[in-house]
């Protein structure tokens, strides 16, 4: 979810479970989340139900003390991949590595970014952006 007022309703308040950072943006989202948690309040959900994680050049050293920020505020997680499976002494590659099946069913990754969406089965990815579609209209008519 983005940060931006537009995007902060209740229908995607109550339906998000988590919003995903890159850790380069941790500094603003510490001075965003006194914002979040008003609004969340506000819409009568517990920010500390909610999930903010981080990704994007982490090492353990940064996923600690994001932790120790945001911890008490709301949950907690963090994509450190790269850092852990990078056991030499060369740099590590910047790739990403999606799952695209599982039990022989296909994975889709949605995104705001319609470019960011994914999925090796086209029909199946348009049904779930159709579903999404769908909830988000019902919602807003509410």
Request: hydrophobic share 30%; with cysteine.
């Amino acid at each position: 979810m983005r940060t931006s007022d537009k995007n902060f309703k209740k229908y995607l308040t109550n339906s998000s479970y988590a919003v995903s950072i890159t850790s380069s943006a941790a500094t603003k989202v510490s001075s965003l989340l006194p914002k979040w948690c008003r609004r969340y309040k506000k819409y009568g959900v517990d920010p500390k139900t909610k999930l903010l994680l981080f990704s994007d050049s982490l090492d353990f050293d940064r996923a600690q003390k994001l932790y120790e920020y945001f911890c008490d505020k709301t949950k907690v997680s963090f994509g450190i991949g790269t850092f852990c499976s990078n056991d030499t002494e060369e740099n590590a590659l910047n790739i990403v590595i999606k799952l695209q099946y599982v039990n022989g069913r296909p994975v889709a990754k949605l995104s705001d970014d319609i470019g960011k969406a994914m999925c090796r089965d086209a029909d199946y990815l348009e049904y779930l952006k159709r579903s999404v579609e769908f909830r988000l209209d019902r919602e807003k008519n509410k």
